[in-house]
């Protein structure tokens, strides 16, 4: 097996022990992994090399505030492809002020069932 | 003037390290905590991380940094900790004594014990001397993620980056998510020096080049950047002539390293470690000067603020100790850094003390590779831990579970 | 500052370098209306801020040139203007060493030409002198030089300038003169700020006096820009140095050779380098002369090999010597225009031009009175307040500022403890000067070890609550703008 090329090489962030994982394709052209050390690893390097899901954070200004800024991310991560579509949905965001840190900003942004939530608290 | 106010234990500095101290020292059980940071609000540099990845080993759950800092803060506002905030410590003398400026008042202060927490700054252009002109739109990454989180700032049209520790990546990603283009990032060494999880969402999820082993050797623009030029480097880390290229852009992002800022700590006398940057401590975080501690950045460089946490919590219940009047008993002995490490800390342990863990980091990337500590004198191995592969970006542990009864050395072996 | 706004101005200075604020500060002595035109967004900023900050004895050129006749005449002068103008100065003294015994003569000769010129006190003297004088200097043999000094070049320059606005004197910034007509017995000089007529021009651009005086018709003058690098190490480098040390001059070089010079604050400075360059503008520094630079002054210094180095900046220098080198020397020219009187060139003022502008700025006002009658006014104030620096007081000063004006209480620069306050302050300067170079210089913000890391979002802070937009933010004025715009909203 190992003398397949190897598609991709990537640490799996998990669990502190971050094992290496080689992802190669097989003779069916099936993902094959290796490198894991517990059943989490191939699940989570198909779902990296196939469908990446991100997170991501930026910040908004805060309405009712002397140009504060209020962070957010997402609840959880999204596909990757949805980036930037959620980046100019948030980008419209002008929360007023009080702001709690974990208060939705947005709920299922576009279809995810991923919300945007503030992560710091603005008074 | 007179100090006319004194304090069990003060903290300095309110970011991941310093708010641990803070409830450390409350927690074993000192009565008066002060705590002082020369920002607005507390939570370091925390306040402009936005991203995930922090509280992984604090919190069980990955979290950004200002929840992060706000979680800290919580608790600490739960106890009667005295809380500062546009308070800084301007000097610190062997004695304790610490100089306050606060727009409240100036004034002086004595401490039963000190906790240095001040965290780091950033390596500048200067330092690495690049030749050039000096047009606006350099910045360092950690400047610029400020004026971008906080400040809602478009810094450029057009960035190049030079290094690729995390900040410089993180700072890639979020440029790009305001709509700047990144076009490349350069980085002296053949390895990248950020995570590795970093350097695919950051950089290979936008198409945007990592470049190793190259650099900036010139920057142009009489006003503003309008160009860099950039090299590839030979195995000394010098400029190979006849490589170079020029990379149109509007601005440079520096983020080549972090330096713990310990120019108060100088002032009390702290003796530091050219290897760290930081203050040579024993296993209690306490510096050659009695009574002063040291934790966090300012101490050695961390990736994961976690660490600087726990850090943090231990020397605020070493310096709680302290000032309740607890001294360390017997001989010290030294750990130094052998083969393949960068350094140690704790570099002193106090005779007999057993379950100390050391810190560690490797000079360079090794792979199936064994930590041992061992005696200098014996060379008995007091400790030994296998690693698949060990990178100079992550700082490892190892503990000695036997009480240390001689000098010790860490090393690696492949 | 003077709140009228005249139509003729008795007198225009071209150049707020200074020597064009040394200028204005002497004719403001006298009943004159009085207009300084600044090309860029701050004073100081040509050769005037790119220079090592000495205090010339004025024995490095030839007597019976003009530059060492202002250079000793200025010498006298200095150290009190210095003091009634509030700059912090001191000084040092200077040594010339000679690493070998035959470069002694060339000592003697230096001593020699600076007797002729009038340098007071100038000796030759041993390696023990040497040794106890500044315990870093290495030679068999130097020239002592006991009346050398340093001060800051730019604070002497605002200084110079706001003492003069204080007596009623105005400047503009950002005022580049474009178009020069003399039309009716009056020069009316153009600039984006307006056209201003002028009975009598002062020609006091630097380094573009040659491009200025041809806009007056007066095709004289050809300046030859020359480069030179300055390397700055940090404060808390380990190495105090006492005084300036020069290594003997080489004949033939364009320069004063690479030197070794404290700052007040604790610095030490390396250079500068001499180098023709090509473009008026090019202050590019290079690694072939960072290293040269550094090479130089470790011979010189072997302990400077440990230190590390903060900053690094260049100069470019007016000269009158063009880069085939026929002519080793030229020097100042300082002279009403035959073609067109009432027009006076300074052209080629290059070092010593910082201790030789109080002299020149006296030559000046005597070239303007002999042909205009010069009312000194009883009510001319020469002393300027010395600005607060919160990092030099004691404890209950600093305790009493913080108690009246909470800004003092709020730092801004850690390396160099700046507050709030004088940021603040340096921003309401009487120039409008509201770059984060003008704050630099002013409050010395950015030139400690972080070199603006941590500083430079604070004061952007403070520059938009003193109601500068974003997008107006700039390090220097002009198209050096930080930033695009806001990010959202």
């Known amino acids: 097996m190992s003398d397949r090329p190897v598609l991709d090489r990537l640490t799996c962030v998990l669990c502190p022990v971050g094992c290496e994982l080689e992802v190669r394709k097989d003779e069916a052209g099936e993902l094959d992994v290796q490198g894991y050390q517990c059943d989490k690893g191939v699940p989570f390097a198909v779902e990296e090399i196939l469908h990446p899901k991100r997170n991501l954070a930026t910040s908004v200004p805060v309405r009712g505030t002397e140009a504060k800024m209020v962070s957010v991310r997402l609840s959880d991560r999204v596909p990757r492809e949805m980036i930037f579509p959620v980046l100019a949905e948030i980008a419209k965001l002008r929360p007023e002020v009080p702001v709690r840190r974990g208060q939705v900003l947005i709920t299922d942004v576009l279809g995810t069932g991923v919300d945007v939530i503030a992560t710091r608290t603005v008074v | ?414 | 500052m003077g709140e009228k706004k005249s139509a003729v101005y008795d007198v225009v200075v071209i150049g707020g370098g200074v020597v064009g604020c040394a200028i204005l500060r002497e004719l403001a002595r006298y009943d004159l209306r009085l207009l300084l035109l600044e090309k860029e967004a701050d004073l100081a900023e040509g050769i005037s801020k790119g220079n090592s900050g000495v205090i010339h004895a004025g024995f490095n050129v030839p007597a019976e040139s003009l530059k060492a006749k202002t250079n000793v005449t200025g010498l006298g002068m200095i150290y009190g203007l210095a003091d009634e103008l509030g700059v912090p100065h001191r000084k040092t003294g200077k040594l010339v060493v000679a690493l070998a015994d035959e470069d002694r003569s060339r000592l003697e000769e230096l001593k020699a030409e600076g007797d002729k010129s009038g340098v007071p006190d100038l000796e030759i003297v041993d390696e023990a002198a040497i040794r106890r004088l500044e315990p870093l200097a290495r030679g068999r043999w130097a020239l002592y030089s006991p009346h050398t000094g340093i001060i800051s070049p730019y604070e002497f320059t605002v200084a110079l300038a706001e003492c003069a606005g204080q007596n009623g004197a105005e400047a503009l910034l950002e005022a580049t003169v474009e178009a020069i007509v003399f039309r009716d017995g009056l020069f009316r000089l153009s600039t984006p700020k307006g056209t201003f007529a002028a009975c009598r021009v002062v020609n006091s651009a630097g380094l573009f006096s040659d491009d200025v005086a041809r806009l007056a018709g007066i095709d004289d003058y050809r300046v030859f820009p020359y480069r030179g690098e300055y390397l700055i190490t940090d404060k808390d480098c380990g190495l105090r140095l006492n005084l300036p040390v020069y290594p003997v001059p080489p004949r033939d070089d364009p320069g004063l050779g690479i030197h070794i010079t404290p700052t007040l604050e604790g610095n030490i400075i390396l250079g500068p380098s001499a180098e023709p360059v090509d473009d008026k503008r090019d202050a590019a520094s290079t690694r072939k002369i960072m290293t040269q630079l550094k090479a130089e002054a470790i011979r010189l210094m072997p302990e400077l090999s440990r230190v590390s180095f903060i900053h690094s900046y260049a100069g470019i220098r007016p000269k009158l010597v063009d880069p085939s080198g026929k002519d080793k020397f030229g020097d100042f020219i300082v002279e009403e225009s035959a073609f067109r009187p009432g027009w006076i060139s300074l052209v080629g003022i290059e070092s010593p031009g910082l201790t030789a502008a109080p002299a020149i700025a006296e030559m000046v006002a005597g070239m303007i009175g002999v042909k205009m009658d010069l009312r000194p006014k009883p009510e001319f104030k020469p002393e300027r307040p010395r600005r607060t620096r919160f990092a030099h007081l004691g404890d209950d000063e600093r305790a009493g500022r913080v108690a009246c004006d909470a800004d003092w209480g709020e730092m801004v620069c850690r390396c160099e403890h700046v507050t709030r306050a004088e940021v603040v302050a340096a921003l309401r300067n009487p120039f409008g000067a509201r770059t984060m170079d003008a704050v630099k210089r002013r409050t010395r913000c950015g030139m400690g070890r972080c070199q603006g890391g941590f500083c430079t979002p604070r004061i952007v802070e403070i520059l938009r609550d003193e109601g500068l937009p974003a997008d107006r933010i700039t390090k220097r004025g002009g198209r050096s703008r930080l930033f695009c715009g806001r990010l959202k909203g």
Not at chain 2, 201 to 211: K, S
Not at chain 2, 381 to 405: D, M
Request: glycine share 12%; with cysteine; charged share 25%.
């Open chain 2, 1 to 414: 003037m007179e100090a006319n106010e004194t304090h069990d234990v003060v903290v300095i500095g309110g970011g991941p390290a310093g708010l641990a101290a803070a409830l450390g020292a409350r927690r074993a059980g000192a009565g008066k905590v002060l705590l002082v940071e020369r920002d607005r609000t507390l939570g370091g540099i925390l306040n402009q991380c936005v991203h995930d990845g922090f509280g992984l080993f604090l919190y069980n759950e990955t979290i950004s940094g200002p929840e992060y800092a706000e979680r800290l803060i919580d608790d600490v506002v739960r106890e009667p900790i005295k809380v500062e905030t546009g308070a800084m410590v301007l000097d610190i003398t062997p004695e304790r004594v610490l100089r306050v400026n606060a727009r409240s008042g100036y004034r002086l202060v004595r401490a039963g014990a000190v906790v240095l927490a001040m965290g780091c700054r950033e390596r500048t252009r200067e330092m690495i001397e690049i030749p050039g002109t000096r047009p606006a739109g350099v910045f360092t990454a950690g400047s610029a993620q400020n004026l971008v989180n906080l400040q809602n700032l478009r810094i450029g049209n057009e960035a190049v980056i030079l290094g690729s520790g995390d900040i410089g990546l993180i700072m890639a990603r979020r440029l790009v998510f305001e709509g700047v283009a990144v076009k490349g990032v350069f980085e002296i060494l053949s390895w990248a020096s950020g995570l590795e999880r970093n350097v695919r969402q950051c950089l290979m999820d936008f198409g945007i080049p990592l470049e190793l082993r190259s650099t900036v050797v010139e920057i142009r623009g009489r006003d503003r950047v309008e160009s860099v030029v950039v090299a590839k480097v030979d195995d000394k880390l010098m400029p190979i002539p006849g490589s170079e290229g020029v990379i149109p852009c509007d601005t440079l992002l520096l983020s080549v390293g972090l330096i713990p800022e310990n120019e108060l700590s100088k002032r009390a006398g702290v003796a530091l470690s050219p290897f760290t940057g930081g203050a040579v401590v024993d296993e209690r975080f306490m510096t050659s000067v009695s009574g002063v501690f040291s934790c966090g950045n300012v101490l050695h460089i961390h990736d994961v603020a976690d660490w600087a946490s726990f850090e943090g919590f231990a020397a605020g219940e070493s310096a709680a100790r302290y000032a309740a009047g607890e001294r360390p008993a017997g001989a010290t002995f030294r750990i130094t850094a052998g083969p393949n490490v960068k350094y140690a800390l704790p570099q002193l342990v106090t005779a007999g003390t057993a379950g100390v863990e050391w810190n560690f980091r490797v000079g360079r990337p090794l792979r199936n590779v064994q930590v041992v500590v061992t005696g200098k004198a014996t060379e008995k191995v007091h400790a030994r831990k296998k690693f698949g592969r060990l990178l100079p970006t992550e700082l490892q542990k190892i503990k000695v579970r036997s009480a240390v009864e001689e000098d010790l050395e860490v090393s690696c072996h492949e």
